[in-house]
Nanobody, 115 residues
Framework: QVQFVESGGGLVQPGGSLRLSCAASIRIFSFLDMGWYRQAPGKQRELVASIGTRGSTSYIDSVKGRFTISRDNAKNTVYLQMNSLKPEDTAVYYC?????????WGQGTQVTVSS
């Protein structure tokens, strides 16, 4: 059974940092483009960052220069380093393939940026 398990969220003050991790239980992980997504209260889920099989990355404008996505294929893990966090980054963060497969959504990890 394929699973993506997110971790690393929490409560952080504005300007702080968090590193999210996503462990994937899928044998073909290294052949997948992966993404980090987030859903804020009352809003649709959005793609925040993605990383290709060869390491190419892309970001939405609001996180460029602050967030960094990376992957470790030996560990079947994708990461999201988040710096200079803002209150508007508050959301539940998920990982999935890019584009996502509906059956692979996990529980996500809550990120709350507040003073």
């Amino acid at each position: 059974q394929v699973q993506f398990v997110e971790s690393g969220g929490g409560l952080v003050q504005p300007g702080g940092s968090l590193r999210l991790s996503c462990a994937a239980s899928i044998r073909i992980f290294s052949f997948l483009d992966m993404g980090w997504y987030r859903q804020a209260p009352g809003k649709q889920r959005e793609l925040v960052a993605s990383i290709g099989t060869r390491g190419s990355t892309s970001y939405i404008d609001s996180v460029k220069g602050r967030f960094t996505i990376s992957r470790d294929n030996a560990k079947n893990t994708v990461y999201l380093q988040m710096n200079s966090l803002k209150p508007e980054d508050t959301a539940v963060y998920y990982c999935n393939k890019a584009p996502p497969s509906p059956q692979y959504w996990g529980q996500g990890t809550q990120v709350t940026v507040s003073s």
